[in-house]
């Protein structure tokens, strides 16, 4: 039996039992640090260049932090997140190994506080004694691989962070049940940890369901939801409207999050039930975890596709007809809660924390897919406190009986196993190239996946493999101008001149407003020979964009081989006034000048340029 009835606080010497728990906490730290230890030579992947390395509002200085509250310029209003970004780059620059640090430490911080809400669970359960389920929890949490994405990642700082002050916020309430029957968190309380509730949605708006978790919890420990618990937290449900309007706003202006290819109302239940299963199977087996999992076709929705809401619906109605028909009483009038319970609330919890990532509320990550590992980070807190309540129950009942050897082993080698696997995980978060290239095997349908891997090997010089990729992500989405620019690049970098003719026309197709797609055009059609052409792709070039140094320096050059020298210097001033360190445009002026017999014009110029070649 999982409860007894909710016990009275006892006292204990706090300085004995952190000298008991210190060990425990210690094994958490150190295998949470040994499966994350390979992500911390880790280096930028995906979103993390636009997050940190490309993102202007990093560098600013202090002053500018009112601008990240007030005038948020992102895709996202998580003003606290940024800050601390603002704060990283400060410190780290564009050092990933801080960034890495960082997000392991609030990750084993993060097993370390589920660990003490876990205790208070069991205490309030009246569960079994003893230290091992809230323990083998927080242990789970930090080894468990499903986690891997969100701390090994660094555009996922938003989870990592976001789930300290969360935990505060629960353990403040759940704490003030702790003083005997009829108890209830004070004002005090409740207000400690509505503060922090508002910290972690100012994190990421993903726990944006601790009101319906609250109430969740209010059930499983009486059995009904009294006024009481009504009024506790609909301080809780005001902040997270408000900001979770916000998120949705965001989402729907700056993310353009409504242009997905999500169908109607059947696709998105469909594709809902698919992925509450297909995140329970990944906690449960978790193999083959990609950044990008393949996306469901669901429009129209086949009658399979809705099988998991059958089987959820059959799960939930088994457990919600035996607790009503065990139902025990307990003090006060109210229900205490057996297994059956427990296994709904946990499931609920699994399940509430989804609710805002299955597709219901439209997100831009659902352009790649409907599912994603970083989103169940939350909500698998849920399975695992079903796993900790198991394993305290298993404890209980093999007590000295021989089974105890067996069982301590399974749990060991399951544990390790789970270490291990997530170990590995990590290790694929090193480089780019190695997540791209394990999200391919596994989804190689990913234009995403095609495309970023194609820039990797496009930055190590692999040109050739660069380009089979770049034409990959092409075919699997055309409008992808960024791919036909970079194939152009890479085109023009292995002599197939004319071909990335055609791809930056394309990406002008696309984009008609892309300076720099214009100013390679350019420069491939002077390479071509049709240097009026070039002159006028460098010309609308610069229309576009009027203060584009490369653009005034190709025009120069290009002016001055048509024999217009006093356009071409012209162009030559002009790039170096907005860029005077441009050594080869002080070397074309030089040279220009000469032509026209200014000599000594010339030579300060040619020995500017000769200077800043020094300098390099």
């Not at 369901?209 to 059930?219: Q, T």
């Not at 169908?263 to 990944?282: C, E, P, T």
């Not at 200014?598 to 500017?608: D, F, I, M, N, Y």
Request: with cysteine; charged share 15%.
């Amino acid at each position: 039996m999982l409860a007894r009835g909710i016990p009275t606080r006892v006292n204990h010497d706090p300085s004995s039992e952190r000298r008991r728990l210190l060990p425990l906490a210690a094994v958490i730290v150190l295998a949470g640090a040994w499966v994350y230890a390979p992500a911390l030579r880790g280096e930028w992947i995906w979103d993390d260049a636009e997050e940190v390395l490309r993102n202007p509002v990093l560098r600013g200085p202090a002053d500018a932090l009112a601008g990240i509250w007030l005038a948020p310029a992102g895709a996202d209003y998580f003003p606290l997140k940024t800050t601390v970004q603002w704060a990283e780059w400060h410190i780290w620059g564009d050092r990933p190994l801080g960034y890495h640090i960082a997000s392991i430490a609030l990750h084993l911080l993060s097993a370390l506080l589920f660990w003490r809400l876990l205790r208070r669970l069991f205490a309030l359960a009246g569960g079994p004694a003893g230290e091992l389920g809230p323990w083998l929890g927080g242990l789970l949490f930090a080894i468990h691989p499903l986690a891997v994405e969100s701390v090994a990642w660094i555009a996922e700082l938003k989870n990592t962070l976001s789930l300290p002050p969360l935990f505060l916020a629960m353990n403040a309430y759940v704490d003030g049940f702790l003083g005997g029957p009829g108890a209830f968190p004070g004002p005090r309380r409740r207000l400690f940890a509505l503060f922090w509730f508002a910290v972690a949605m100012l994190c990421k708006s993903s726990v944006v369901m601790l009101p319906a978790v609250l109430l969740l919890f209010g059930w499983w420990l009486r059995g009904r939801i009294g006024r009481r618990d009504l009024w506790a937290s609909a301080p809780f449900l005001a902040v997270s409207l408000a900001l979770g309007l916000v998120t949705i706003w965001f989402q729907e202006h700056r993310a353009i999050g409504y242009d997905l290819p999500i169908g109607g109302v059947a696709s998105r239940v469909a594709g809902a039930g698919l992925a509450i299963a297909f995140y329970l199977g990944k906690f449960l087996w978790p193999a083959d975890l990609i950044l990008i999992y393949p996306q469901w076709h669901l429009t129209p929705p086949s009658s399979a596709q809705f099988l998991p809401w059958i089987a959820i619906a059959a799960a939930a109605g088994w457990l919600w007809t035996r607790e009503r028909a065990h139902a025990r009483p307990a003090i006060g009038g109210s229900d205490r809660p057996g297994w059956e319970r427990t296994a709904l609330f946990g499931l609920g919890f699994f399940a509430v924390n989804l609710a805002p990532v299955l597709g219901f509320i439209p997100m831009a990550y659902l352009r790649q897919s409907w599912v994603a590992d970083h989103f169940a980070y939350l909500p698998m807190l849920g399975l695992i406190g079903l796993a900790a309540a198991g394993a305290g129950v298993a404890a209980e009942w093999a007590g000295s009986r021989a089974w105890v050897a067996p069982l301590a082993l399974g749990g060991a080698g399951a544990c390790a196993l789970l270490a291990i696997v997530a170990h590995r995980n990590a290790s694929v978060f090193r480089t780019a190239e190695a997540v791209w290239t394990r999200t391919l095997r596994g989804n190689p349908d990913s234009w995403t996946a095609h495309y970023d891997l194609g820039l990797v090997l496009h930055s190590a010089g692999r040109l050739p493999e660069a380009v089979d990729h770049y034409r990959e992500a092409i075919r699997l989405n055309p409008a992808l101008a960024g791919a036909h620019y970079n194939l152009g690049i890479a085109l023009a970098g292995v002599g197939r001149n004319a071909e990335a003719i055609i791809q930056y026309r394309e990406t002008l197709r696309i984009e008609p407003g892309n300076a720099e797609a214009r100013n390679n055009l350019g420069i491939a059609l002077g390479q071509g020979g049709r240097a009026a052409e070039a002159i006028a792709q460098f010309q609308s070039a610069l229309q576009e964009r009027p203060g584009f140094a490369d653009a005034h320096y190709n025009l120069g050059t290009a002016l001055l081989r048509a024999g217009r020298i006093a356009e071409a210097i012209a162009q030559y001033r002009e790039a170096i006034r907005i860029e005077p360190g441009n050594a080869d445009a002080h070397n074309n002026l030089g040279w220009a000048l000469k032509a026209q017999g200014r000599t000594s014009e010339a030579s300060v110029q040619l020995e500017e340029a000769a200077r800043l070649r020094g300098a390099r």
